[in-house]
């Protein structure tokens, strides 16, 4: 096995081991064009051209979006079309709108949730939740705090999803009403929307 970089159009966003050869197309998981290159062959290029790690990537016009990164849950449009971060769709909840999977820092996170909170409905759209615990659990108020929202906020914000559910014609909104953290909004957003967390976690990507 070697180490191979994973790059989604111009992003490196994680390191992963291989054994296949040194770039190699992958499965469409989002917009965008997923490979891999081999640690062997970017040291190579580096050596050729007498680069340094960073002079490489900018050379090839890759951005380093591994590190720094959080796993977080958002409701609202498909944000995939020309984002720089990786997005996965998880669950539709109507023609326009679904739960993604998005990977990024905490700047592009929350610059995200500020374009998403002004949609319709207002202030309601936007982070849900960031894992704490990949397969086992969101933080129970990073997004609150991230965004400054109060508890008394941070509830009207949930009964305005469970709303929205309702209208869309998902009426088991009981558990979700009844969330006081992030993780349990979260499980209730998908009991509603007819899922389990375990096929939540499924359907998200752990790289």
């Known amino acids: 096995m070697t180490i191979s970089y994973l790059i989604r159009d111009n992003a490196l966003v994680a390191n992963v081991e291989t054994s296949e050869g040194d770039i190699t197309a992958l499965p469409l998981l989002a917009s965008g064009v997923m490979s891999l290159m081999s640690e062997v062959h970017a040291q190579n ?10 002079e490489a990537l900018a050379a090839l016009g890759i951005v380093d979006h591994r590190g720094a990164t959080r796993k977080a849950v958002v409701i609202g449009p498909d944000v995939s079309g020309g984002y720089p971060w990786p997005v996965y769709k998880l669950i539709n909840i109507s023609d326009d709108y679904a739960l993604y999977e998005v990977d990024a820092n905490d700047d592009a996170l929350l610059a995200l949730h500020a374009t998403l909170w002004q949609m319709e409905p207002a202030q309601s759209l936007g982070l849900l939740a960031v894992v704490e615990t990949f397969g086992v659990s969101f933080y129970d108020s990073l997004v609150r705090t991230a965004t400054g929202m109060t508890v008394a906020e941070a509830l009207a914000r949930r009964d305005r999803i469970a709303d929205y559910l309702e209208l869309q014609g998902y009426s088991n909104t ?15 957003i998908v009991i509603a929307l007819g899922h389990t967390m375990v096929q939540l976690w499924g359907a998200m990507v752990d790289v």
């Open 45 to 54: 290029l580096m050596t050729n051209l007498n680069l340094t790690a960073e």
């Open 174 to 188: 009981t558990a979700l009403r009844a969330a006081t953290t992030e993780h349990e909004q979260m499980a209730g």
